[in-house]
C-alpha cells in the first residue's frame, strides 16, 4: 500500500488537490496523511494568497496575536483538516490527520522520513537500525548474519564486516561482534563459566560453542547444524568423531570416510580399513 502525504492549510488553493488525489489513487491502494502546519505568532507569518508571494511579507502575510486568538487559528485548522479527512473517509479512503507546529517547509520536509544515511526519500518502508536505531533505506541495510536483524550499513556506526573463506563479505551487527552468542544454543560468551567461547563454524560463519560444535585435528570448527551436509568435514559412523580430508580414512568396500579410533579397530579385528557398516 502506497502512503501519500498531503499539505494542506499551506495557500487556499491546497484543498484544490484532493479531487486530483481521488482521482489518481483506488481507495484499497493507498493510505492519506493530511498535514497542516500552525506558525507561531514569533515565526514565518502565513501566506493568504499564493499569487502574491512576489510582494512584500508585510502585503500577502497575516499573523497570529494574542493567545486566544492563537488558540483559535489552531482549532481552525483543526477542524478543517477533520473536515478534510471525513469527507476522504467517506469515499473510502484510510486518512490521518497531522498538525504540526513550526515553520511551514521545515516542518514539512522534516516529517517525511528519509534515510539517516543517504538522505534520499525512499519509495519503500524504511528499515530501523537495530544498533543505532536510526531509519535507513533498503540499500542502505544490511541483515546481520547472527541475529538477522536490520542494521545500518556504516562500518564506523553499527556494522562489523567479516571476510569469508572465499573472500565474501559477512555483515554482523556491532552487539553480535563484541558480545558472540553461540547461534545454536544461544548462550552468550561470559554467561558461563571461564573457559566458554565460540568460534566462526566453516560452513556457515556462525559462532557456536565448543558444547554445540565439532573440530578436526586442522582445528577448523563445524556447528553441528552443518555437519551433516558439509563437503569438507564429515561425521563418521561411530557418531563421535568429526574428520577432515587429512585425519580420515576411507573404507575399503564402501568408501565411507572413518576415523582414526575405526581405522585402528578394524585393521585390528578385520585385517581391512572398514566402517562400521561393512564390519556388521
Known sequence: MR?????????????????????????????????????????TPIVVDAHMI?????VYTTTTGSDEEWDVYRKELKEN?????????NAGYKVYTVLLTGNTIDEIVNFVPKCNNCKIYPKTTLNICSDCK??????????????????????????????????????????????PKCSICRHVVGTQ??????????????????????????DRVICDNCVDTSSEMYKCLCDDKVMCDECSYRC??????????????????HDYKMCLECRD
Open 134 to 179: 536510526h531509519k535507513c533505506c533498503k540499500t542502505c541495510t544490511r541483515k546481520c548474519h547472527e541475529c538477522a536483524k536490520n542494521v545500518c550499513k556504516s562500518d564506523l556506526c553499527c556494522n562489523q564486516v567479516i571476510v569469508g573463506r572465499f573472500f565474501q563479505s559477512i555483515n554482523v551487527c556491532n552487539k553480535c561482534f563484541y558480545n
Open 193 to 218: 563459566d571461564d573457559n566458554y567461547s565460540t568460534e566462526l563454524c566453516i560452513e556457515c560463519y556462525k559462532n557456536v560453542c565448543s558444547d554445540c560444535s565439532y573440530q578436526c585435528c586442522s
Open 3 to 43: 502512503k501519500v502525504l498531503i499539505p494542506l492549510e499551506i495557500s487556499p488553493i491546497s484543498s484544490d488537490i484532493l479531487p486530483t488525489v481521488r482521482h489518481l489513487f483506488q481507495t484499497a491502494d493507498v493510505e492519506l496523511t493530511l498535514l497542516a502546519v500552525a506558525q507561531p505568532k514569533a515565526e
Open 81 to 89: 483538516l477533520e473536515r478534510a479527512a471525513n469527507e476522504l473517509r
Open 54 to 58: 512576489a510582494l512584500p511579507p508585510s
Open 252 to 269: 575399503r568396500y564402501c568408501d565411507n570416510r572413518i576415523c582414526g579410533e575405526c581405522k585402528d579397530l578394524s585393521i585390528a579385528y
